[in-house]
C-alpha cells in the first residue's frame, strides 16, 4: 500500500499539471482571440469561452488582459536565451546561426499585425503593464548586445561602437518594421523583415568582408517591440 506521503506528493504534482495545462490553455485562448478580435475587442469572457472554463477562473491565472502579453514575452525571451546559449557553444558563424532561428522564434502567432498592435496599446495601457513591460524590454536588450558580443568577439560583427548601441540600432530596426507592417496588415513581413536586415547588415558586418548570403532571421519578433 502506497503511504499516504506518497498519495499526497502525487495528488499535488497532478494538481501541478492541471493547473499549468489550464493556464496554457487560457493562455492560447488569449492569443487567439487578440488575433480574431484585436486586443481591446477581446473581452476577458470571449478568452474563458474559448478555453472552455468559467469567467472567474482567468484571474486565477492572469491579473488582466495586458498580463497575457507580458506572459508571451517571457516566453519568446526563454526562446531567446536558449539560442544565445547555444550559439555560445557553436562554432557555426554567427550570421548562419541566426538564420536557423526563424522558424524556432515564429512558432507564436507574433506574425499576426492584430498580436503586434496588442503589445504596443498594452504598453500604453497602465503604469503596472509598462513598468513590467520595460523590465522585460531591458532583458531583451541585454541578451541582443550579447550576441553582438559574440559577434565582435569573433570577427563577425563590427567592433568599433560598443554592443549595447549596434544592438539599440538592431531593435529599433524590427521595431520600426513591426510597427509599418502592423498598420497593413498584408503578407509581406517575412520580406520586409529581409530587405531591413540585408540593409542592415551592411553596416554591421566588419569592413573589407564579402557579403554573407543568409536570409534575415526573425528571431527578434517574439519579444518586441
Given at each position: 500500500m502506497a503511504s499516504s506521503t506518497s498519495l499526497s506528493g502525487k495528488n499535488s504534482s497532478r494538481r501541478g499539471r492541471r493547473s499549468a495545462e489550464l493556464r496554457e490553455r487560457l493562455f492560447r485562448a488569449a492569443l487567439d482571440q487578440f488575433g480574431k478580435k484585436g486586443f481591446l475587442e477581446a473581452t476577458v469572457e470571449d478568452i474563458t469561452n474559448a478555453a472552455d472554463v468559467g469567467k472567474?477562473?482567468?484571474?486565477?491565472?492572469?491579473?488582466?488582459k495586458e498580463h497575457i502579453l507580458l506572459a508571451f514575452g517571457e516566453l519568446q525571451l526563454g526562446k531567446l536565451q536558449q539560442a544565445m546559449d547555444e550559439a555560445r557553444k557553436s562554432s557555426v558563424p554567427l550570421p548562419e546561426f541566426l538564420r536557423s532561428l526563424g522558424a524556432r522564434m515564429t512558432e507564436?502567432?507574433?506574425?499576426?499585425?492584430?498580436?503586434?498592435?496588442a503589445f504596443l496599446q498594452a504598453f500604453l495601457s497602465s503604469s503596472e503593464v509598462r513598468s513590467a513591460m520595460q523590465d522585460l524590454q531591458n532583458r531583451v536588450l541585454a541578451l541582443h548586445s550579447q550576441m553582438i558580443q559574440l559577434g565582435q568577439e569573433?570577427?563577425?560583427?563590427?567592433?568599433?561602437l560598443p554592443p549595447i548601441e549596434l544592438a539599440q540600432v538592431f531593435r529599433q530596426t524590427i521595431?520600426?518594421?513591426?510597427?509599418?507592417?502592423?498598420?497593413s496588415g498584408d503578407g509581406s513581413l517575412q520580406e520586409r523583415i529581409e530587405t531591413a536586415f540585408e540593409v542592415l547588415w551592411s553596416g554591421l558586418r566588419p569592413p573589407n568582408t564579402k557579403k554573407p548570403t543568409w536570409v534575415a532571421p526573425l528571431f527578434l519578433l517574439g519579444v518586441c517591440p
Amino acid at each position: 500500500m502506497a503511504s499516504s506521503t506518497s498519495l499526497s506528493g502525487k495528488n499535488s504534482s497532478r494538481r501541478g499539471r492541471r493547473s499549468a495545462e489550464l493556464r496554457e490553455r487560457l493562455f492560447r485562448a488569449a492569443l487567439d482571440q487578440f488575433g480574431k478580435k484585436g486586443f481591446l475587442e477581446a473581452t476577458v469572457e470571449d478568452i474563458t469561452n474559448a478555453a472552455d472554463v468559467g469567467k472567474g477562473t482567468f484571474f486565477n491565472y492572469f491579473p488582466s488582459k495586458e498580463h497575457i502579453l507580458l506572459a508571451f514575452g517571457e516566453l519568446q525571451l526563454g526562446k531567446l536565451q536558449q539560442a544565445m546559449d547555444e550559439a555560445r557553444k557553436s562554432s557555426v558563424p554567427l550570421p548562419e546561426f541566426l538564420r536557423s532561428l526563424g522558424a524556432r522564434m515564429t512558432e507564436e502567432p507574433i506574425q499576426h499585425p492584430a498580436i503586434v498592435r496588442a503589445f504596443l496599446q498594452a504598453f500604453l495601457s497602465s503604469s503596472e503593464v509598462r513598468s513590467a513591460m520595460q523590465d522585460l524590454q531591458n532583458r531583451v536588450l541585454a541578451l541582443h548586445s550579447q550576441m553582438i558580443q559574440l559577434g565582435q568577439e569573433r570577427g563577425e560583427i563590427r567592433d568599433d561602437l560598443p554592443p549595447i548601441e549596434l544592438a539599440q540600432v538592431f531593435r529599433q530596426t524590427i521595431f520600426g518594421t513591426l510597427l509599418l507592417w502592423s498598420l497593413s496588415g498584408d503578407g509581406s513581413l517575412q520580406e520586409r523583415i529581409e530587405t531591413a536586415f540585408e540593409v542592415l547588415w551592411s553596416g554591421l558586418r566588419p569592413p573589407n568582408t564579402k557579403k554573407p548570403t543568409w536570409v534575415a532571421p526573425l528571431f527578434l519578433l517574439g519579444v518586441c517591440p
